[in-house]
């Protein structure tokens, strides 16, 4: 098999903050050898969730054992989701913004078992795939300030929002927030679009916006374009793209990706 030099758009400061948290794991467990230094096991981990590498081409690039690929990328993984902020500490954030912009995205997975309809919770008639729903809280300029825990795909925004207690914390902080339709009945902090009026009964048809309703929406999509931004770059994390492990244990990559892209900022 064959190894080349490649590059990723990761800054040092994230590499190092895992480097660190490595670096003081092992002196904890009093480590007194590994294959890889401390700063090797981080880039190897960086590669895994940036460039979405398989165990195999890992192992070849960086000379050590498929099995040792995947303790250290697990202990890695760990680490990192352990260092990942809480919705409380999130909150604390928002409050010192102008608003926030709340959106949700899909995840897709590949490994989730077809028998007795146990896929079913995964799936997304939305996007016509299997995946995980994530709640994705960014802010005015476009910068991350937390992602949930994922669900299954089959959940709808609104309910994933409420179930995290997204909608609550907004609520009962006064954090405005801005939102597309799907949080419809979130309360008064969410902002949404205006909707289509209901049908006319003289044509049959759906009522059309006036022109300030339309404006208004114009807008709205300007506020919440950099919350869009934050799924893009969450989804240029490779190994997100299409999640290869169990949906049951994306929880940890899902965070860890998280710290990565907060100390990245």
Partial sequence: MLSYPSGMTVSTRALGVLSDALRAHR?????????????????LVVAYLRKGETYTDLAC?????????????????DLLAAMAPTLE???????????????????????????SGYDRAFYS???????????????????L????????????????????????????HGIPAAADTAYQGAGTTVAVPQR????????????????????????????????????????????LRKIRSSPNTADKLIAAVQTLMLTNA
């Fill in 196 to 239: 289509r009026r209901r049908l006319d009964p003289a044509t049959g048809r759906y009522r059309r916006l006036s022109t300030n309703q339309r404006e208004v929406n114009t807008v709205h999509a300007r506020r919440r374009g950099p919350g869009e931004r934050v799924n893009a770059e969450l989804k240029n994390w490779r190994i």
């Fill in 89 to 115: 500490q999130a909150i604390e954030v928002a409050a010192r913004k102008a608003f926030v912009i709340l959106d949700g995205t899909l995840l897709r997975i590949d490994r989730v078992g077809m028998a």
């Fill in 27 to 43: 002196n904890q467990r009093a480590t007194r050898w590994r294959k890889l230094t401390a700063g090797r096991q981080a880039l």
């Fill in 61 to 77: 690039g960086f000379t050590i054992g498929t099995s040792t690929v995947y303790r250290y990328i697990r202990e890695a993984l």
């Fill in 145 to 172: 300030v937390w992602i949930s825990p994922p669900l299954p795909g089959a959940r709808h925004d609104m309910g994933a929002a409420r179930e995290h207690g997204i909608i609550d914390a907004l609520t009962a």
């Fill in 125 to 143: 008639g939305k996007h016509k795939a299997h995946g995980l729903n994530v709640q994705v809280i960014a802010d005015p300029i476009g910068q």
